[in-house]
């Protein structure tokens, strides 16, 4: 069996943690501002107090969160809820199959968050930051 380093896979956890992030703001700054080709046929933005409009909020911000691994946890089960609601409101009316009907990239941003959700972070994230600076001096080997 191949050894992996754990720090190795750390580190692939926090990369992962970023570049889905970064993509997942590309879908919100597209809804939000009309950046990136704009939303909808016409491009532009949506409405902020639609569905769509929340979605923009949720990605932009969201995925910032997500970028800077703060609050990753509770951000990752936000954003996987909502993947999951896009999914059954825009995807699965047109068909059962992901691939038919477009919605295999929110089920694969749901699996991704699933795992930020259960995981954590992973490396180069503010969560780990913070969390180290709350330790009791104690915990952190310094004595007192």
Same mark, same amino acid.
């Given at each position: 069996?191949?050894?992996?380093?754990?720090?190795?896979?750390?580190?692939?956890?926090?990369?992962?943690?970023?570049?889905?992030?970064?993509?997942?703001?590309?879908?919100?700054?597209?809804?939000?501002?009309?950046?990136?080709?704009?939303?909808?046929?016409?491009?532009?933005?949506?409405?902020?107090?639609?569905?769509?409009?929340?979605?923009?909020?949720?990605?932009?911000?969201?995925?910032?969160?997500?970028?800077?691994?703060? %609050?990753?946890?509770?951000?990752?089960?936000?954003?996987?809820?909502?993947?999951?609601?896009?999914?059954?409101?825009?995807?699965?009316?047109?068909?059962?199959?992901?691939?038919?009907?477009?919605?295999? %990239?929110?089920?694969?941003?749901?699996?991704?968050?699933?795992?930020?959700?259960?995981?954590?972070?992973?490396?180069?994230?503010?969560?780990?930051?913070?969390?180290?600076?709350?330790?009791?001096?104690?915990?952190?080997?310094?004595?007192?």
């Amino acid at each position: 069996m191949i050894q992996v380093s754990p720090k190795l896979v750390d580190t692939a956890h926090g990369i992962m943690r970023i570049a889905a992030g970064l993509l997942f703001m590309e879908h919100g700054v597209q809804k939000l501002f009309g950046w990136l080709g704009g939303f909808g046929p016409q491009g532009g933005a949506a409405p902020l107090f639609s569905l769509f409009g929340v979605a923009g909020v949720l990605e932009t911000f969201g995925g910032a969160l997500i970028v800077l691994g703060l %609050l990753t946890r509770p951000v990752a089960v936000i954003l996987l809820l909502e993947m999951l609601f896009a999914f059954a409101r825009v995807h699965l009316p047109q068909g059962f199959w992901p691939i038919l009907s477009g919605g295999e %990239l929110a089920l694969l941003y749901a699996g991704i968050y699933l795992y930020l959700a259960a995981a954590g972070p992973g490396r180069f994230a503010l969560d780990r930051v913070l969390r180290r600076g709350a330790e009791p001096a104690a915990a952190q080997g310094v004595r007192t």
